[in-house]
T-cell receptor, first 114, second 109 residues
Framework: GAGVSQTPSNKVTEKGKYVELRCDPISGHTALYWYRQSLGQGPEFLIYFQGTGAADDSGLPNDRFFAVRPEGSVSTLKIQRTERGDSAVYLC????????????FGAGTRLSVL | QKEVEQDPGPLSVPEGAIVSLNCTYSNSAFQYFMWYRQYSRKGPELLMY????GNKEDGRFTAQVDKSSKYISLFIRDSQPSDSATYLCAMDSSYKLIFGSGTRLLVRP
């Protein structure tokens, strides 16, 4: 079956603009995660969904970042008033049920804020 | 101090060499330990997943966990140019993965 799909693969935007990043998890996976990976660093946790609800959003850096998963499948990460420091690769992962499950990653969206 | 420390490399070895990659960690609550491989402009791909102290082998890869020393290792035997990638260690904090910064490996033909 298909893996985790993320669109777009690349996004270039200007400082101050709004962006949406989309994640399609593996079918049947109830848990979904967003991570952010800066150049030369490992991924850093942003938010964890169990079904439709955000079970832990403690990694979101500030209130410009928001994520939704309205039907328990596709998720969208939304960033308002983008800043140059938001430039990074945003990775989505999914797992079967959550705690201590293997997480499968998408290829990521490379966001560049000019 | 980061919860997970990993030497960034780069590590350059000739084809056929044995490669040793390592991470140390500070949180004794970590129970699950993983190694991911990440090719350039791709997402992390799981290589090894271990729970307890000891060794786990899968083909050319061996993962080793020493919880008493808070130290994990990945060994790659008979390394191939196709193994050239960034290797990330990761630890499971319930559902949240805590990653090292990754080690870049280059296997020269």
């Amino acid at each position: 079956g298909a893996g985790v799909s993320q669109t777009p693969s690349n996004k270039v935007t200007e400082k101050g603009k709004y962006v949406e990043l989309r994640c399609d998890p593996i079918s049947g996976h109830t848990a979904l995660y967003w991570y952010r990976q800066s150049l030369g660093q490992g991924p850093e946790f942003l938010i964890y969904f169990q079904g439709t609800g955000a079970a832990d959003d403690s990694g979101l850096p500030n209130d410009r970042f928001f994520a939704v998963r309205p039907e328990g499948s596709v998720s969208t990460l939304k960033i308002q008033r983008t800043e140059r420091g938001d430039s990074a690769v945003y990775l989505c992962a999914s797992s079967i049920s959550g705690t201590s499950d293997i997480q499968y990653f998408g290829a990521g969206t490379r966001l560049s804020v000019l | 101090q980061k919860e997970v420390e990993q030497d960034p490399g780069p590590l350059s070895v000739p084809e056929g060499a044995i490669v040793s990659l390592n991470c140390t960690y500070s949180n004794s609550a970590f129970q699950y330990f993983m190694w991911y491989r990440q090719y350039s402009r791709k997402g992390p791909e799981l290589l090894m997943y271990t729970y307890s102290s000891g060794n786990k082998e899968d083909g050319r890869f061996t993962a080793q966990v020493d919880k008493s020393s808070k130290y994990i290792s990945l060994f790659i035997r008979d390394s191939q140019p196709s193994d050239s990638a960034t290797y990330l260690c990761a630890m499971d904090s319930s559902y949240k993965l805590i990653f090292g910064s990754g080690t870049r490996l280059l296997v020269r033909p």
